[in-house]
């Protein structure tokens, strides 16, 4: 049987005496929305980077495609199929949409110097990079300065970016952060479609995008993971009530 494209065993990660990721256990299924949610500094974001390769952990194991990449750096993980989109804007406003999507398939391609230069005639790189516009509705835009869009186009570009790494994991943290109500509307139509491109690892704080979104929702607890189900499911969970939601009615 194939393995799933994600699979974490055992992740541990302490910071001095602070243990932030205890034991946790995920596996992301092909073309599934995965929710990620649980309480401010509960360590959601900590797993996110641990799975990057942004931080190592103390003990367990992360897998990707059925290889260890453990000890693998970030870049690494994104030649093995793992991509993600920041929380805090991270493309290049000086640049075009359409520069800034050809960065992100170049660097998946060509990590080497010198390849600027090849990359403004690389009509191959373009397409790619026209292509990923495309599924997130940019394409019309790709000569527009980036300094020139709104900001839930630039949240836009932000996905542009990791789906031109061609993943076949997408971990986003907070991808609605900052957009308004239309906008987020037309941001989760978008996440919904790429199901069909990879397996989506989503941290989220809006529910209504969580339960608009997620096949599967694991909340994290304190570095614990508590439960993992189908969100309605989820919602019902006594430990889940309890743990997570406390006096608050969040749902
Ligand atoms: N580099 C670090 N050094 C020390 N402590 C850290 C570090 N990074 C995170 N922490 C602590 O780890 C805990 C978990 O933080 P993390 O940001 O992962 O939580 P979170 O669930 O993403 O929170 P939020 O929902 O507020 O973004 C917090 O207590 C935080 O202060």
Redesign the pocket.
Known sequence: MTEAPLVVRDLSKS?GG?N?TRSVSLDLKPGEIHALI?P???????LINLIAGELRPDSGAIRLNGVDVTGLHSEQRVRSGLARSFQVSSVLKDFTVLENALLAVVGRRQPALNWWRSTLSDTQGVEEAMAALEKVGLARRANAKVATLSYGERRHLELAMALALKPKVLLLDEPMAGVGTEEGHELTELVSNLRTDCAILLVEHDMDVVFALADRVSVLVEGRMIATGAPAEVREMESVQHAYFGTEDVW
Do not use: I
Not at 40 to 46: F, P, Q
């Open positions: 910071f602070l932030v649980g401010n500094g509960a360590g959601k974001s900590t």
